[in-house]
């Protein structure tokens, strides 16, 4: 049994990673992307200067903007950061891990989603009332196909604790070829996407009206709030992106608390991110943008994958 | 051990099998429907000979291999003749939206599995738990057929469904004797042959491969 303090150091320890990792993950897609399309790319390190700038950036503020306006950077990124401690990153079980389970850790993000929605429409612009509805209808229909994935995995390893999940994959291997696995990891992959505004969904990289969503509900934002909540939203690629890797296919993470494995967890989980990153770099370039009305039924498809996922895992017993 | 790994990859191949149908649902272009019917026969080729190998039944190598020949090779370079034909024009909005359909399919699934459960009941073979995608499968494909407008796309959603059923065969009991499999093989070519014969003439006739367009007579 870890002792308290060191329980608390290593929590401490897994966030702060994540944080820092965040902005490199972006910066990495972002470079690997320009290198396909064959463009030179802006450096990997470049999100790290561009939270820096933002920070010490004076912040404008509309005169209609209320009191939400100000709070929303904070809840959003005071979410993401919750969560971090709740996800095993790099060890599992984390000690905090009876605090909250994989339906705390997704509705945590929803929360954010939320009340960035609501600072969108705040303000009465038109940009950030458009970027709200639009993110409120794909948050709406992505929620079913979560929850469905969610519960997929669950059956498999009979807890929705991560931990436990996590765990009882790397004792029993055998799960990972089972269909009920495979078919939510996909269900959560496109979901994952949709969640974090990434590219069949929506653009991270342009401010094109006519698809933009999440650009155009943090519109209105600047200096140390748009730092915030541009990193809540790097962090939660993150936390998606470790859910993906640690939860369906966990080796590597450790589960004893010693410094080589822990130094083995941090190796394995940036080699995990890298790849997933590669992935989402690759199909970026590949494909196009989905029209808005289109987005339902890349959607539906999670949505069936997953439904396949419980089916499975759930009659074949 | 051996049956537990057999298990669990019939199983997967089968879902994959049957997520190439689901995902013909939500495509549009002729092209992408030829090639994901492509990549379907693929996966099921693949499936005959890991059936074949873990089951000991050398025979289904060779139905694996004419599999492959007819349906990976020589069906999909026709039906790429037919699409260049007839330029590469999309599915017109299918009778039932995608949303709904994909839906529906998920349902389709959720019907196989209870259709087939006394089938599953009463086989022993590692494979029996492949069985109700199969049939899930030929469910999604009797539906494809049914929606799509043009007939070109109703072709292929023919050769998926008619995968299905190769698919519930080779699960259900390993495959029926060659001869049998050869004949259903032929008697799928002929089809398909035959139908292709039909959508040039309506082509030639109507300009358009669209049969919704049919319902009265033009002349």
């Known amino acids: 049994m870890v002792t308290l303090v060191n329980a608390i150091l290593l929590e401490i320890g897994q966030a702060v990673l994540a944080l820092l990792l965040a902005p490199g993950l972006v910066g990495f897609v972002r470079w690997l992307k320009a290198r396909l399309q064959n463009r030179l790319g802006a450096p990997v390190w470049l999100p790290y200067v561009e939270l820096w700038k933002l920070f010490g950036k004076e912040v404008v503020i509309s005169r209609n903007a209320s009191w939400l306006f100000r709070v929303t950077p904070y809840i959003v990124f005071a979410c993401v950061l919750v969560v971090t401690f709740l996800v095993p990153m790099i060890i599992a079980p984390l000690p905090f891990d009876n605090a909250g389970d994989l339906l705390v850790v997704v509705y945590l993000l929803l929360l954010g989603t939320f009340f960035l929605a609501l600072a969108g429409l705040d303000t009465g612009t038109a940009f950030g009332g458009m970027g709200s509805s639009r993110e409120m209808t794909i948050a709406a229909l992505a929620e079913p196909a979560i929850a469905l994935a969610i519960f997929g995995l669950a059956l498999g390893a009979g807890s929705t604790n991560l931990g436990q999940i996590v765990t009882l994959t790397l004792i029993n291997p055998g799960v990972t070829i089972n269909p009920g696995h495979f078919l939510a990891f996909a269900a959560m992959f496109i979901v994952s996407l949709a969640e974090t505004g990434r590219l069949p969904v929506d653009n991270p990289s342009t401010h094109l009206e006519l698809t933009m969503i999440h650009e155009a509900m943090i519109l209105e934002y600047s200096g140390r709030y748009l730092a915030l909540i541009e990193w809540a939203s790097w962090l939660k690629l993150t936390v998606f992106f470790t859910l993906l890797a640690n939860l369906f296919i966990p080796w590597g993470i450790a589960t004893t608390l010693t410094l080589g494995s822990l130094g083995l967890a941090v190796l394995t989980l940036i080699l995990k991110l890298v790849v997933l990153g590669v992935t989402v770099a690759v199909i970026e370039t590949r494909i196009a943008k989905l029209r808005l009305f289109r987005v339902p039924e890349l959607i539906g498809m999670s949505f069936v994958l997953a439904l396949l996922a419980i089916t499975s895992s759930f009659l074949l017993k | ?219």
């Open chain 2, 1 to 219: 051990m051996n049956n537990q790994l057999f298990f669990q990859l019939s199983t997967l191949g089968a879902s994959v099998i049957l997520l190439f149908g689901i995902t013909l649902l939500w495509r549009k272009s002729m092209r992408s429907y030829a090639e994901t019917f492509k990549w379907q026969s693929v996966a099921l080729s693949l499936m005959f000979i890991v059936i074949g190998y873990l089951g000991k039944d050398p025979e289904l190598y060779a139905v694996a291999a004419a599999l492959f020949i007819l349906k990976a090779i020589i069906i999909p370079n026709y039906l790429r003749r037919m699409e260049k034909r007839f330029g590469d024009d999309r599915e017109l909005k299918p009778y039932v939206n995608v949303a709904t359909s994909l839906v529906l399919a998920g349902l389709f699934v959720l019907l196989a599995y209870s259709v087939t459960r006394p089938l599953v009941m009463v086989s022993d073979l590692p494979t029996r738990a492949g069985m109700p995608l199969a049939m899930g499968l030929i469910f999604v494909g009797l539906f494809l057929i049914i929606t799509r407008k043009k007939a070109m796309a109703q072709i292929i959603s023919f050769l998926v469904m008619e995968n299905g059923i190769a698919l519930l065969a080779a699960l259900g009991t390993y495959g029926t004797p060659l001869i049998v499999e050869l004949g259903v093989f032929l008697d799928a070519l002929m089809g398909f042959l035959v139908m292709q014969v039909f959508v040039y003439h309506i082509h030639d006739t109507f300009e358009t491969i669209d049969v919704d367009q049919m319902n009265e007579l033009k002349h």
